[in-house]
């Protein structure tokens, strides 16, 4: 379990990360989302007590993450940043880190081959591709099978076999009663492994919730009906919690009401109907309309709109 | 997904930090790089090559120095020359040490298993003054020896048994080894390779010859205390300073400026963001 309470860190001037709490708990995926430049990878460096908060604080487990006997059997954590020296070679690199606590060279063969790296194992870190060095930081995460596993981006760079690798590997540590807390910027990445997610945006916490939650308060559902009597169909649909808008003429959009609820009604008024479309808000525009205020990188607005839309 | 079910009865025992540990993972770091090895020989061919080459051309010209010069003349130090150029290049080992850690982002990965940070610098401190004391020794005595024997051909050389032979040969080690620990701290300090490289030559390459510009009123009371000044006093390879300090008192004054910069690396690496 991680605590993050009251979190604040400021660089100088700039606030990094601005009075952040959330809880992240053992037994599931919790995805960490947020735009670019948003305090991600500053919350984590703050939870595995590589900086110090200006105030606040942060527990792993209960308690400081600094004062762990065994810190590696605690907390496993990938940094974004590549954490390694190019220099030395991927065994190497992984031994090195398991003896400080007393893991020994068959644990670090068992990551090695986990990660799937045995073939380059001996090489020197430096000619290793970012899918490669990702399944690097992945291992050495991994290597004291600790109870709280953070990996900052961990798919960044891998391919559509790594990448499915990651999601399951996420998913089986979780099973195994881990607690595994995930950044991403991709909220659709994030869909399909993380069950609760926390966003921030600009250092501050913008949602701490479910992807289910998240979907209905971007939003919801709604449903496309293309009529030639419009007005008459929307005179029929409207009541209590029901909204009905039009953009185009001859196409309502309905919020509140089911496919099958519209099409039963205009059958019932006797009107007709070409065309019945539900449309489920996609994540990625529930992340973009939660973030669109805390985003410090945007582009401009013609670039965008072929992009997104 | 069977490795991470099975993982923690295969093998993960008591896991724990202890210093010792935190010693041997240091000493798998610095083997396992090839840049430290050849900083480690350039330092021993520096250390061995220039003494001899020194000695061999001081025997080949004493013939024709001034009797003063011949007065002066001191077959041990000719042969401990190389200690000079030697240090450069295992200071700049001590600096890499750390500032390497720094300029790959391995720090974040070293100070996540080890929170408590500080028995890593004690754990690098340790393993390089095993390494570059042992390394230093017997690049010492084998300066010595063949510096001797180069000498000897011109009836120059002495033996190890002589007076102060075997302490200037000992203290060029240790004035090595010292030194090269200035070069770690250096690299905690900056986090930064040319930064701790630039700082450690010109405190030992560079301030020396600006020191002996400084009017002799000031200039004898300060440049003994320079840390190359005070720490070759031990193996009598001070070079024009007047009163230079004697050899022991001369390498604790250097060993107080290691200490003051391994508290400060300590408050540093203990205190600031990583």
Same mark, same amino acid.
């Given at each position: ?30 995805? +960490? ?28 487990? @209960? ?5 762990? !006997? ?66 690097? =930081? ?19 760079? &891998? ?43 600009? =250092? ?106 | ?49 220039? =003494? ?29 020359? !190389? ?67 180069? &000498? ?21 080690? &240790? ?20 930064? @701790? ?7 030992? +390459? ?12 000031? @200039? ?30 001369? +390498? ?23």
């Amino acid at each position: 379990m991680i605590e993050v309470q009251n979190l604040t860190k400021r660089y100088g001037e700039k606030v990094a990360v601005d009075g952040l709490s959330f809880t992240v708990q053992p037994g599931i995926v919790t995805g +960490f989302l947020g735009p670019n430049g948003a305090g991600k990878s500053t919350t984590m460096r703050m939870i595995a007590g590589l900086d110090q908060p200006t105030t606040g604080q942060v527990r792993v487990s @209960g308690r400081d993450y600094r004062d762990a !006997g065994a810190p590696m059997a605690e907390l496993g954590i990938m940094l974004e940043a590549r954490a390694v020296h190019t220099g030395r070679s991927a065994r190497n690199h992984l031994l090195a880190l398991a003896q400080t606590n007393g893991i020994g060279r068959h644990r670090v063969d068992e990551v090695i081959d986990l990660v799937g790296l045995r073939d380059v194992a001996a090489k020197r870190v430096g000619g290793f591709s970012l899918g490669m060095g990702q399944r690097l =930081g992945i291992a050495a995460a991994l290597l004291g099978n600790p109870r709280v596993v953070i990996l900052d981006e961990p798919v960044n760079g &891998l391919d559509p076999e790594g990448v499915l690798w990651v999601r399951n590997l996420l998913k089986a540590l979780a099973v195994d009663g881990h607690t595994v807390f995930v950044s991403s910027h991709l909220m659709s990445e994030m869909a399909l492994t993380a069950s609760r997610l926390v966003v921030i945006g600009r =250092g501050r916490l913008i949602a701490d919730t479910t992807v289910d939650e998240l979907t209905a308060q971007a939003g919801g559902s709604n449903v496309t009906v293309r009529t030639p009597q419009p007005a008459e169909l929307r005179a029929a649909l409207l009541g209590p919690g029901i909204m009905v808008s039009s953009e185009t003429p001859g196409v309502l959009v309905v919020e509140g009401l089911s496919t099958e609820q519209i099409g039963t009604i205009a059958w019932q008024a006797h009107l007709p109907v070409f065309e019945l479309t539900a449309r489920e808000a996609s994540l990625e525009e529930a992340f973009m309309q939660l973030t669109e205020e805390s985003v410090d990188y945007r582009s401009h607005e013609p670039a965008m709109a072929g992009a997104v839309r | 997904m069977s490795v991470l079910t099975s993982a923690p009865t295969s093998g993960l025992p008591a896991l724990k930090v202890t210093q010792l540990r935190v010693l041997r993972s240091e000493w798998t770091k610095f083997r396992s790089l090839r840049s430290t090895l050849w900083t480690l020989l350039t330092a021993l061919v520096l250390m061995i090559g220039i =003494g001899a080459l020194f000695s061999a051309v001081n025997a080949s010209q004493y013939h024709t120095f001034s009797p003063a010069q011949m007065a002066s003349f001191d077959p041990i130090s000719v042969s401990m020359a !190389g200690t000079t150029f030697a240090v450069i290049a295992f200071g700049v080992l001590g600096v890499l040490t750390m500032s390497g850690e720094y300029g790959t982002g391995m720090i974040r990965s070293s100070l996540t298993v080890v929170p408590r940070r500080l028995p890593v610098l004690w754990a690098k401190l340790g393993v390089f003054a095993g390494v570059v004391l042992a390394a230093s020794l017997a690049a010492s005595f084998a300066a010595f020896w063949l510096g001797q024997v180069l &000498l000897a051909g011109h009836h120059l050389g002495v033996s190890i048994t002589s007076a102060d032979a075997l302490r200037s040969v000992i203290g060029a080690a &240790l004035y090595i080894t010292v030194s090269g620990l200035i070069g770690v701290t250096l690299g905690a300090l900056f986090r930064n390779t040319a930064a @701790g490289i630039a700082t450690f030559t010109g405190v030992f +390459f560079v301030l020396p010859p600006l020191a002996s510009l400084l009017p002799s009123s000031i @200039g004898d009371h300060l440049t003994k205390y320079l840390p190359s000044n005070a720490g070759s006093a031990i193996f009598g390879g001070v070079h024009g300073v007047s009163n230079s300090l004697s050899p022991w008192t001369g +390498f604790a004054v250097l060993c107080g400026y290691a200490v003051v910069l391994i508290a400060a690396a300590a408050w540093r690496l203990r205190h600031s963001d990583a």
